[in-house]
């Protein structure tokens, strides 16, 4: 039996859990699905990643709801892929936030995104007859800004290239703690589709300046405690470094993409078979990392018909 492409096959609902991170700060986290934060300040709520329809949305907003019922006023998105941009409607928020590099990949590649990963996420999906179209922001910013809830302090910021070259974090200062979005990940696969591998430890490193106390990740659990923040950012920076240079070596020798993936898979299976959505990213994050390994520094866009190509050669 031929299988499945990325999590085409993955159709099993995902048990959430909604955890404090902080006074007002809560992650909402489902398994290895993407996550969603909120920060409630004094007069109303910021969300942090809008999910990837409507109807995930309301699943969201419902345990914003157990909490407060304060309006939601402001949508920040961390960047552009379409599991965390395509919900934001639901939230009726009077300010959507992305980084200027952000909303130029949604103009350059946010219909592609949207194709390629309904074809790669199904389950992630249902409901979309809902999306009104792309998200767009209605403020963006270089390299940061911030948002004042009340008296609550809000930094929103990009620390560098990633998962994408525009990802932003979002930091509340009186209570330490980050939103990270992708850049960081607990027990989850990295996805490095789109991602600069050169510059990700080094990101990571300036998130860690911060000494966050606790940390919303883009998947996995909530981060709560510095033990668990640190171990997450080593992890990750691992994850990023064991895919990288394997693929590193084989360019250098001139070697195939079909050599890539097994020198990646060598190097990663051992220790992160066991990872949320692992064998979904693989084949991008081993393409991608070949591209940069061979000095192609803007990753190339992703199309439903590039990722059926590149399957259907990794698989042989």
Not at 178 to 191: P, Q, R
Not at 302 to 315: C, G, I, S, V
């Amino acid at each position: 039996m031929a299988k499945a492409f990325a999590s085409a096959g993955d159709m099993e609902e995902k048990k959430t859990s909604f955890t404090k991170v902080g006074e007002g700060l809560y992650a909402f986290t489902a398994e290895g699905d993407p996550n969603t934060g909120v920060i409630i300040g004094d007069d109303s709520v910021m969300i942090v990643e809008a999910q990837a329809t409507p109807r995930l949305a309301r699943k969201v907003i419902e345990h914003v709801r157990e909490v407060t019922d304060k309006p939601i006023s402001h949508l920040v998105l961390t960047h552009y892929h379409a599991v965390r941009v395509l919900g934001a409607s639901a939230y009726g928020a009077r300010e959507i936030i992305m980084s200027d590099t952000a909303r130029a990949m949604v103009a350059e590649r946010g219909a592609e995104d949207w194709a390629s990963e309904f074809d790669r996420f199904p389950r992630l999906f249902q409901g979309h007859e809902e999306i009104p179209g792309l998200t767009w922001p209605t403020t963006t910013f270089s390299d940061s800004m911030t948002v004042y809830l009340g008296n609550r302090r809000v930094d929103i910021m990009h620390l560098g290239r990633a998962h994408t070259a525009g990802d932003a974090v979002v930091w509340v200062p009186d209570q330490e703690v980050m939103f990270t979005g992708d850049i960081v990940e607990y027990h989850s696969a990295c996805y490095c589709g789109d991602g600069h591998f050169g510059d990700w430890e080094e990101t990571l490193m300036n998130i860690a300046s911060f000494e966050p106390k606790s940390i919303a990740p883009g998947r996995g659990d909530a981060l709560v405690g510095e033990e668990m923040v640190e171990k997450a950012i080593a992890a990750t920076a691992d994850f990023v470094r064991s895919t990288y240079k394997p693929v590193e070596k084989v360019v250098a020798r001139g070697g195939s993409l079909k050599e890539a993936w097994d020198a990646v898979r060598a190097s990663c299976d051992e220790k992160f078979k066991d990872y949320a959505i692992y064998e979904h990213c693989l084949p991008f994050n081993v393409a991608r990392a070949y591209d940069e390994a061979r000095g192609i520094d803007t990753p190339r866009v992703w199309t439903a018909e590039r990722d059926k190509e590149m399957w259907e050669a990794l698989q042989g």
